[in-house]
């Protein structure tokens, strides 16, 4: 992938590719909106991987010695589209990691070498060429959430792109996948929370109020009103969050107790605004449990009509 050119066609294909591989290990819909699937677990897309690929190797190339035959060639065509750089679409590999180079504000560095030989080290080239790329994905990313107004948690809660703290949990607690995947998804507007249905029958030409159907309240059924608002729902609410406080540690339950609706929910879809802590398995438990039998007592009021 270094050398060879990619076509904007085989690269989006690539790319949906990788794409759908993300939502099928997270069990995401085909529909989910394309700022989710790579950033909650971590990846970068494949044309940030092809870049880093290709302008390591335009490093290496100019770290081999001067006799080598193949330096020299990366050197005149390097001097070539530098001084004047009027080729084609066509240009060849030298352009393309230059152009890479380019993209992330790296061409100084190239420069500097052509035309000084001063070089450093490939272990050091390695991690400014990481945090560039990661800086543009990063900003690239923060941007394309904003699209979607169905993402406004899920971009308050996550943050960056970065392995999602609930993945860790599901990793030592295999038996949970399913409870962190539909955390997941009620977080990404992808449930049958009113607020999302609205828009559904909205695009089908239909009509669905936002509200909440269960209460009186005439407030928009979102996941912060349903967790923590339904008075429909008061009596699972008070006897699931009772669990959560019996294991969190007291600190962590005043603060949590002391957040508005919103906020908390953002603070448990953040799981809890830091990395994953071991000895608050049992937290993160409980907090699963709540979510996730909270949304099913939902689901089993509207079918039944009874609480």
């Known amino acids: 992938m270094e050398v060879l050119e990619v076509s904007p066609t085989s690269a989006a294909k690539m790319e949906s590719a990788h794409s759908s591989s993300a939502k099928a290990i997270q069990g995401l819909p085909k529909q989910t909106c394309d700022p989710v699937p790579l950033a909650t677990v971590g990846w970068l897309s494949l044309q ?18 001067m006799q080598v035959v193949y330096k020299r060639v990366t050197l005149d065509r390097l001097v070539y589209h530098l001084v004047d750089d009027r080729c084609g679409r066509h240009a060849g590999p030298i352009h393309l990691m230059l152009e890479a180079c380019r ?31 990661w800086e543009r994905e990063q900003n690239c990313w923060r941007a394309s959430t904003l699209m979607y107004k169905k993402l ?24 949970h996948t399913w409870k962190c995947r539909l955390l997941l998804r009620l977080m990404v507007g992808e449930h049958r929370l009113q607020d999302n249905m609205v828009r559904v029958t909205r695009g089908l030409g239909g009509v669905t109020p936002a509200v909440c159907q269960l209460c009186t309240s005439f407030e928009q059924e979102n ?12 009596e699972t609410r008070v006897r699931l969050w009772g669990e959560v406080e019996a294991v969190a540690p007291p600190a962590l339950t005043l603060e949590m107790n002391s957040l508005g609706a919103r906020e908390r929910t953002i603070f448990i879809l953040a799981g809890f605004r ?3 802590i071991p000895e608050w398995e049992d937290t993160y438990k409980a907090i699963l449990s709540f979510v ?15 609480n």
Request: with cysteine; charged share 20%.
């Open 292 to 306: 996730v039998n909270m949304y099913i007592r939902r689901s089993d009021y509207v079918v039944t009509g009874t």
């Open 223 to 234: 996941l912060q009103h349903m967790l923590f608002q339904c008075v429909a729902l008061q």
């Open 103 to 133: 993209k992330y504000g790296l061409e100084h560095y190239i420069n500097k070498v052509v035309w000084t030989g001063a070089i450093f080290g490939l272990d050091r080239w390695k991690t400014i060429v990481k945090n560039a790329v």
């Open 152 to 175: 406004d948690l899920f971009s308050i809660s996550v943050g960056e792109i970065g392995r999602w703290v609930w993945w860790t949990y599901a990793r030592r607690r295999p038996g």
């Open 274 to 276: 830091s990395g994953y």
């Open 48 to 65: 940030s991987h092809i870049d880093i690929m290709r302008i390591v190797f335009l490093w290496k190339l100019l770290m081999v010695p």
